[in-house]
């Protein structure tokens, strides 16, 4: 059996928290029985939920609070005043050794601030990143950044090349992950400054990792490479523009089954063949965004998400405690990632 | 009947090219008895296939010229030496008037560059941009820039919101098109600052439009707004991804219905319907985006595209003709946009 893994957990993050939360622990107690965790939250609230599951009160502590993180409220404004909220009690309790990895459902802006205040970055990285997997013809593909930086530079792109890398590598257990920058063509000329410097480094550079230089929109699904590195705002979009379309797509079927009688027969025998392709396809099962970059597991649960969703985020923080992955980062980033000599030296046409 | 249009074709321009070209002539020529077509391109490669269909001959005159623009051959270069390529040609057809408006399947960017320095842009725009349509759970979004600019400031942006809502209302014929902002987020906080400022200033300046503010990437395929506006980087990606999703969805259920016998028998029933999501989301039928903002008619059709996807691209030129786009967006166009003294008006904080 695994050793115990403490999460922490903001139970008041998410549109249908607390509850949602509690019921999705106890989803993620069913796979994962070796995890505890600490509950942040309003103990009036939790204490009737956890009531309700004695499977999980042996393995749940609640800490009470009665403040929480609103999903509008700014990430300034939670810096300056959200000390005592759930969420930032939860992710101090990573900063103190309690728990190994803390996840929420909260205000994605206000979790990555408070991570990044309280956790730090790991030594080297500038701007920490989202990352998500996605379901590909393939397989799965690792996508990131999906929304913590809306602006990136060159060197920043590089930065999440280097950790998408080491995750691939050591989370998802491939032995030489394959990388591409996101981009509007494959050809050297095309895309914005930031793009065509990263490509630049990680071509010139002849760092020790597979890059396979620029791919498209639709080579994401397409999985033509492990790896996906792109900004914060074109990953988001590309993200939800993806959701969307799976959305779309669904409907459609469902409308087009109910256009016929030979239809509706075709769906009764053919019915639990395409759930499949809904299950494949539910963004719920890639639900579970990881923050890289931090000295300190934290996941990003979707505040939309149900309790299914919220035990699969769990089970990506306890994937990232179990593979040790800050250690592996930490190690690796001084070896992988080019310094600010090389840089320069780079930048003055020593090629 | 409607009197006669003439569009001037690329024929040499796709990976296709001229065969799938001429098929597609011949396919838009069924459904549009009326247009004429001023086939630009090698003759000796064009007279057999035209002699192939004698139903097209009576409409077509052929141009020859040895040279073509190849798919890989950069816009700066196309614009030294490619005077005499089928392309600039048939561009230069528009200019000329003896062509409405002009259709290649050929290099985006060789087009678009050839495109504005033959024809000019409109009074009072500064960057053309490309514009198509999105299939959506209501019906159809129309979306801008899909890859012209990859930079884009806030004015750009101002300017793609004008441009489209000028093409709902006149093409489309919608009364009151929506139109909103592409962003990571719905609320005003989020977002790169071009963003930002660019809905500051469709909000503040009170155009006479219906600006619905922020949208995320779901909601393209959502229907959220008739006009998704945002910069050429982002665009190009998110048109890809969805186009990318489709393709997983539908091998996804192409392996579904082949996983059982039941199945099987279900596609065999149901198999008629669900074409009809098939081709509710294929990307032939969105095919021939928009080149706005020039003083002419130019749609590019996707390059690799089959002669299906290049008919309903020559219907989109057609269309924008029959309506007088250009001649409408030209008089709204004063009407709309905000002024430079309006717009430093506002940034000197008189609202």
Chains 1, 2 share one sequence.
Not at 105 to 129: E, H, Q
Request: proline residues 3%; charged residues 20%.
């Amino acid at each position: 059996m695994s050793a115990a893994v403490t999460i922490s957990i903001d139970a008041m993050g998410g549109d249908a928290a607390p509850d949602m939360v509690v019921e999705g622990v106890r989803m993620a107690h069913e796979r994962l029985p070796h995890v505890r965790y600490l509950m942040f939250g309003d103990s009036a609230r939790l204490e009737p939920l956890l009531a309700r599951f004695p499977e999980i009160k042996g393995v749940c502590t609640i800490h009470h609070t009665d403040e929480a993180v609103s999903m509008e409220a700014k990430p300034s404004q939670v810096l300056r005043t959200g000390r005592k909220s759930s969420m930032w009690l939860a992710v101090d309790a990573v900063q103190k050794g309690e728990a190994a990895g803390i996840v929420s459902a909260g205000n994605t802006g206000a979790l990555m601030a408070v991570s990044k205040f309280v956790l730090r970055t790991l030594p080297g990285i500038d701007r920490p990143a989202i990352a998500g997997m996605f379901p590909t013809i393939r397989g799965e593909t690792l996508m990131l950044d999906l929304g913590a930086n809306v602006d990136c530079n060159s060197n920043n792109l590089v930065e999440f090349a280097v950790m998408g890398e080491v995750y691939a590598r050591h989370v998802l257990g491939l032995e030489k992950p394959s990388i591409g920058l996101l981009n509007v063509g494959a050809e050297d000329m095309k895309g914005n400054d930031a793009v065509k410097a990263a490509a630049a480094t990680l071509r010139e550079y002849h760092l020790p990792i597979d890059f396979r230089g620029f791919v498209e929109g639709n080579d994401i699904c397409g999985g033509a490479v492990d790896v996906v590195v792109t900004d914060g705002f074109t990953g988001n979009i590309a993200l939800k523009t993806a959701e969307g379309t799976v959305k779309l797509y669904s409907t459609f079927l469902k409308e087009a089954f109910k256009s016929s009688l030979l239809a509706k027969i075709g769906y009764l025998l053919a019915g639990h063949a395409i759930n499949k392709v809904k299950v494949r396809t539910d963004p719920r099962r890639y639900n579970g965004a990881m923050f890289l970059g931090l000295n300190g597991i934290a996941v990003k649960s979707h505040g939309g998400t149900d309790a299914f969703g919220f035990a699969n985020a769990v089970g990506v923080a306890v994937e990232l405690v179990t593979h040790g992955f800050n250690d592996r980062i930490r190690k690796e980033f001084d070896r992988l990632k080019p310094t600010e000599a090389s840089l320069s030296q780079l930048a003055a046409g020593s090629r």
